[in-house]
């Protein structure tokens, strides 16, 4: 018979940082979208903070190649609010298919830190 303990493991680098920390990447179609949902986000404690950059895409939809201007949120998080983050945002997503990428990233030390204050 064999036994499995389930446990959170905390990855550290080998320069005793941790390295649960992530990046969200969401394109929205405006930056008014993207501030009313990195706003829900923040507000949920899903996110510790949010960048909001205009960006100029390039990409396949319906057979066709376009391009268009949209907003882009770089969210910084953990890990293990991801899944919580993909589902609240594709609640409020205008798109089909909205774009919600996971970066892994490693922090410094306090800045790791307060991610874990803020998202808790």
């Not at 930056?31 to 909001?52: G, Q, S, V």
């Not at 919580?84 to 922090?107: E, F, G, R, T, W």
Request: hydrophobic fraction near 40%; aromatic fraction near 8%; proline fraction near 2%.
């Amino acid at each position: 018979m064999r036994i499995y303990l389930m446990s959170t493991i905390r990855l550290i680098n080998r320069d005793g940082i941790n390295a649960d920390m992530a990046l969200a990447y969401i394109t929205c179609k405006d930056k008014n979208e993207a501030e009313k949902i990195a706003l829900c986000l923040l507000k949920k404690r899903l996110i510790a903070c949010a960048n909001i950059f205009p960006i100029g895409s390039l990409y396949w939809w319906n057979g066709k190649i376009v391009k268009d201007q949209e907003s882009v949120i770089i969210a910084k998080t953990k890990d293990k609010n991801f899944k919580k983050l993909i589902n609240q945002v594709k609640k409020m997503h205008s798109y089909q298919i909205p774009c919600i990428l996971k970066i892994d990233a490693v922090a410094n030390k306090d800045y790791d830190a307060w991610t874990g204050k803020e998202t808790e």
